[in-house]
């Protein structure tokens, strides 16, 4: 099929539109991420975008939760969430146009990668588009999204002064991995009858390093599609439960989405291993609606990352990180109440 520059343009407009219609928070983006995957399963990276953009809401409501208000100012809760917020609404923004250029190519069958640059996408993707139009390989072109939207952000986000200053070399944020705040879960019911889900995934460690960030999603990637039984497990929870933002989505038995004791109280341990103290309220995780409101962001800059070929060798290995599970969760968690003890004895 032949396009006529204006249906050209008419197209790339539309898609620009329903982009910024879909981008409006971490809850709007989560769900067109789904939204997408199930209408198209041979996207893959689609679903690993759903769960880690699960995995940013529930970090943006863990900065109003019961725990990182007491641990951190009103200046670096508003600078985290701004942060977690523009890597967010950035991916979406360069990879969601993709998409949706993929559903018009799929029902045209026709070749429409030549728009992707009119789209604000990288040279690095146009030559992985067609080769999957060709072959449908949904492993090489996961990994070739992985790149390209860490690159995104790399420069956008990650070497951004303010950023950098305000949030990456920040004492909370390089806390994290004391305090085991940096965990990518993946929840699934290993048997339909479960009483709650297990976890699986991986510790952000080196969240500067773009390389340690693309493995990361090569492993996320990996957890969530090598394992066909498992994958249907995963699809099931996240089909079955909603995104709200609120912890409460995964282990309701532990977090509630509604707070049971007051901010200002001092806080009391709530937790044995993986069970609440007897009388102990639950952790509070609220719903990320209540908590912030929908942002403006500016505009993205044109500026394209692809500029060494050396990155084309990501497509073709990977480098795994470790995984946890809901031990190592769990062991994460009881930490964060033994921090908070020890900031409780300073004077």
Same mark, same amino acid.
């Given at each position: 099929? *032949?396009?006529?520059?204006?249906d050209a343009?008419?197209? @790339?407009?539309e898609?620009?539109?329903?982009t ?7 809850l ?5 991420y ?6 198209h399963?041979?996207?893959? +990276? ?11 809401g529930?970090?943006m409501?863990d900065?109003?939760g019961e +725990?990182?208000?007491?641990?951190m100012?009103?200046q670096?809760?508003?600078s ?6 523009r ?7 360069? /990879?969601? &146009?993709?998409?949706?250029?993929? !559903?018009v190519? !799929?029902?045209? /069958? ?7 640059p ?5 040279r ?9 139009l ?23 986000? @990650? ?11 920040s004492? #909370? ?6 305090l085991?705040?940096? !965990? ?12 709650? #889900?297990?976890? *699986?995934?991986?510790?952000v ?31 099931a +929870?996240?089909?079955?439960v &909603?995104?709200t933002?609120?912890?409460a989505?995964?282990w ?18 709530r937790?044995q291993?993986?069970?609440?103290? #007897? ?8 719903p990320?609606?209540k908590? +912030? &409101?929908? *942002? ?8 394209d ?8 060798r ?5 480098e795994?990180?470790? *995984? ?7 062991r ?16």
């Amino acid at each position: 099929m *032949t396009w006529r520059t204006t249906d050209a343009d008419d197209l @790339v407009a539309e898609i620009r539109h329903q982009t910024a219609v879909h981008n409006r928070n971490n809850l709007t983006r989560t769900k067109a991420y789904l939204d997408f995957y199930r209408e198209h399963p041979e996207l893959e +990276w689609a679903f690993l975008a759903h769960m880690v953009s699960r995995n940013s809401g529930w970090n943006m409501t863990d900065l109003h939760g019961e +725990w990182l208000p007491r641990l951190m100012s009103r200046q670096a809760i508003q600078s985290s969430f701004a942060f977690l917020e523009r890597c967010n609404w950035l991916i979406f923004h360069d /990879a969601y &146009p993709q998409l949706l250029l993929y !559903k018009v190519m !799929k029902q045209e /069958a026709a070749d429409l990668t030549p728009l992707l640059p009119k789209l604000g996408v990288s040279r690095f993707m146009v030559p992985i588009w067609r080769g999957f139009l060709r072959n449908g390989n949904a492993r090489r072109l996961a990994r070739a999204l992985i790149v390209n939207e860490q690159q995104y952000i790399e420069q956008r986000v @990650v070497r951004h002064s303010d950023y950098r200053s305000e949030v990456l070399q920040s004492f #909370p944020f390089l806390a994290q991995d004391v305090l085991s705040l940096n !965990k990518v879960l993946l929840p699934y019911r290993e048997h339909a009858d479960d009483e709650r #889900p297990r976890l *699986t995934g991986v510790c952000v460690k080196h969240f500067a390093s773009l390389e340690a960030r693309i493995n990361v999603g090569k492993t996320l990637y990996h957890l969530l599609f090598a394992d066909g039984k498992r994958l249907r497990a995963f699809t099931a +929870w996240a089909t079955r439960v &909603p995104h709200t933002g609120s912890r409460a989505d995964y282990w309701p038995h532990l977090f509630t989405p509604v707070r049971q004791s007051p901010a200002e109280q001092e806080y009391r341990e709530r937790l044995q291993g993986g069970e609440l103290l #007897p009388g102990r309220p639950k952790l509070y995780s609220p719903p990320l609606a209540k908590v +912030w &409101p929908d *942002t403006v962001q500016p505009a993205a800059d044109g500026v394209d990352w692809y500029r060494d070929e050396k990155w084309l060798r990501y497509l073709e290995e990977d480098e795994l990180v470790p *995984t946890i599970d809901e031990a190592d969760y769990l062991r994460g968690i009881n930490l964060i109440e033994a921090g908070l003890r020890v900031v409780s004895l300073l004077p």
